[in-house]
């Protein structure tokens, strides 16, 4: 079986870090190496231990047991369990509050629901006889270090799949009732105590510009903004200006039309409580620390802020000129149809056209005369002729 021990790191305090990061717009926020880190996160340095355990033997080997010491820059301190029993805690490590979605242990985070109820139904939350007494641990007596113990090996029974082989005095009976006891917690993870999201936005004049949603923990969260004069925060739901916002509120900048390419910036900051329940991570992602998460409520100075960028207003588009309209034109009368010359009218081919008449002479005269003499005769013979056929006169007796 694996044997190792997390360093006890009472004393290490003094190792001083200072938060260097800045937002766009040149806000400064606490420092995160993690790109999941959210802006607005409680920020924290792991100082020592704030109270001690008794040893324990898990599955994975024998380990001490602590509730940790987080302190932020400003004195504010608070405690916290261990949900990452792969890893060591570093002395003087700074540590940011996240989401549980972005635990970065080498275990798995199993059951987050079930160690938050550990947290509100274990030490220091219930008093260590108490939970002796729940646990029938000889006759309702146990130790504040026995308590301890019992309640960080049944965290790590649910966050990392580890379990208790030994331990002394009444661990294992504390243990084995808060185990056997616990159940995922409905409201699931604690509100953030701050943060705003997305971190920055861009737009035009003559727009609001930016949809900043804030999820805090306090009441009300007083707000600080710089921007040119005639730019406001508002209140997107109302168009007011906002110098406060609550949780769940949105926010943008209002930028007039005829303001000019600009930057706006605005800051929250309040003392807020870190809920029970709420993880914390190392900053630096290059050097893993012991991932913790809060072991009951505190109150802390937290901060957040976003910030905008615009351009200047597109100019209108001139109107194009009208095109001077063409003149209608009169609409000319249909053409009226020739009308049809007669058949008789139409002229001859030229073949058939009559000759031009010449003079009558002499000559012909003689023989028109001749000719109408000829067809007289034999007009009176055809007549003589016919008329004795109406006599019954044959030729032959004619």
Known sequence: MKQF????????????????AALAFGLAAPAAADPNTYEGAARAQYTGNAEGGVSVTMTGGEITTNLFR????????????????????????????????????????????????LLQNGYPSVGAEDLAEAAGANDGRATEEEALAATQAAIWHFSNDEDLVRAEGNVKMIYDHLVASAEPLPQGEPDATLSVSPEGATGQAGETVGEFTISTSAEEV?????????????????????????????????????????????????TSTVEQGRLFKGEDANEPTQTLITAEDSDVTVSAAAGVEWSEADEPAPEPEPEPEEPEKPEEPEPTPEPSEPEDDKPAPEDEKDEPELPVTGGALAGLVAAGIAALGAGGGALYLSRKRKAGITEDEV
């Open 222 to 270: 007083p707000v600080t903004a710089d921007a040119p004069e005639g730019v406001e925060l508002v209140d997107l739901g109302t168009g007011e200006a906002v110098d406060t916002v609550t949780d769940g509120a949105t926010v943008g900048f209002s930028v007039p039309e005829d303001a000019d390419a600009g930057e706006a910036s605005f800051n929250l900051e309040t």
């Open 70 to 117: 987080l302190e932020q820059e400003g004195g504010d301190a608070f405690t916290a369990y261990c949900i990452d029993f792969e890893t060591n805690i570093l002395g003087g490590a700074w540590y940011l509050e996240d989401e549980w979605a972005n635990y970065p242990g080498q275990g798995d985070f199993a059951e987050p629901g079930k160690v938050h109820w």
């Open 5 to 20: 021990s997390l360093p006890r790191s009472a004393g290490r305090a003094g190792l001083s870090v200072t938060a260097a």
